[in-house]
């Protein structure tokens, strides 16, 4: 089992920044990748960013050049930064972890709200 505490989010004007974080209660050394994920209320949880065992990251189109993520396995957490928030970026965020044997989990969640 992998558990993962979110925090970092919170209400913030547009134009501005938040920092997510999601800490493992394991090792994140060896897992496949990381992610985030984001969800409004109607629909589908969509990806956000992912980074992978070796470091390669992926982004979504809406986020590419405004959002960062990293991985510091040392303190078992990964990172979302993100800037130049819009009010359509206000969703709740998921972290997500893939390990080596494919099994999956995700984060409770934590509420970001961009106002205009």
């Known amino acids: 089992q992998v558990q993962l505490a979110e925090s970092g989010g919170g209400l913030v004007q547009a134009g501005g920044s938040l920092r997510l974080s999601c800490e493992a209660s394991?090792?994140?050394?060896?897992?496949?990748?990381m992610a985030w994920y984001r969800q409004v209320p109607g629909k589908q949880r969509e990806l956000v960013a992912s980074?992978?065992?070796?470091?390669?990251?992926n982004y979504a189109a809406a986020v590419k050049g405004r959002f960062t993520i990293s991985r510091d396995n040392s303190k078992k957490t990964v990172y979302l930064q993100m800037s130049s928030l819009q009010p359509e970026d206000t969703a709740v965020y998921y972290c997500?972890?893939?390990?080596?044997?494919?099994?999956?989990?995700w984060g409770q969640g934590t509420q970001v709200t961009v106002s205009s």
């Open positions: 980074i992978s065992r070796g470091g390669g990251t």
């Open positions: 997500n972890v893939l390990r080596l044997d494919l099994s999956t989990y």
């Open positions: 394991v090792s994140v050394s060896n897992f496949h990748a």
